[in-house]
């Protein structure tokens, strides 16, 4: 499975920003997919998740009521939808996806993921 992500870019505080993450490939063994950012200096950390269905979401308590993650199962691609956006956002953001073999991990976790995308950069200036 390939991930490929898109939409980063400089905004200011209070800007909306919208990210997509496009899956190609073996998408059959998809389970759930996520996204993840990390800031200069701090750990990878987990943002939100949404179920291969689309049927469940989950996210992060600092982007709750701000962000909101979907799918387009046509598109076989993941919106992340940022709004009111703050300076401490701004992170390298990754999407991943995890297959079925690892669905008894906690969607917050970085090792409930098979695969990764590169990086986009989201930029939030005050």
């Known amino acids: 499975v390939q991930l490929q992500a898109s939409g980063g870019g400089l905004v200011q505080a209070g800007a909306s920003l919208k990210l997509s993450c496009a899956a190609s490939?073996?998408?059959?063994?998809?389970?759930?997919m996520a996204w993840f950012r990390q800031a200069p200096g701090s750990e990878r950390e987990f943002v939100a998740a949404?179920?291969?269905?689309?049927?469940?979401?989950y996210y992060a308590d600092s982007v709750k009521g701000r962000f909101t993650v979907s799918r387009d199962n046509a598109k076989n691609t993941v919106v992340l939808q940022m709004n009111s956006l703050k300076p401490e956002d701004t992170a390298v953001y990754y999407c991943?996806?995890?297959?079925?073999?690892?669905?008894?991990?906690?969607?917050?976790?970085?090792?409930?993921?098979?695969?990764w995308g590169q990086g986009t950069l989201v930029t939030v200036s005050s």
């Open positions: 991943a996806g995890g297959s079925r073999a690892k669905a008894g991990f906690g969607s917050i976790l970085a090792r409930a993921y098979d695969y």
């Open positions: 490939g073996r998408t059959s063994v998809m389970f759930r």
């Open positions: 949404v179920t291969w269905s689309g049927s469940s979401t």
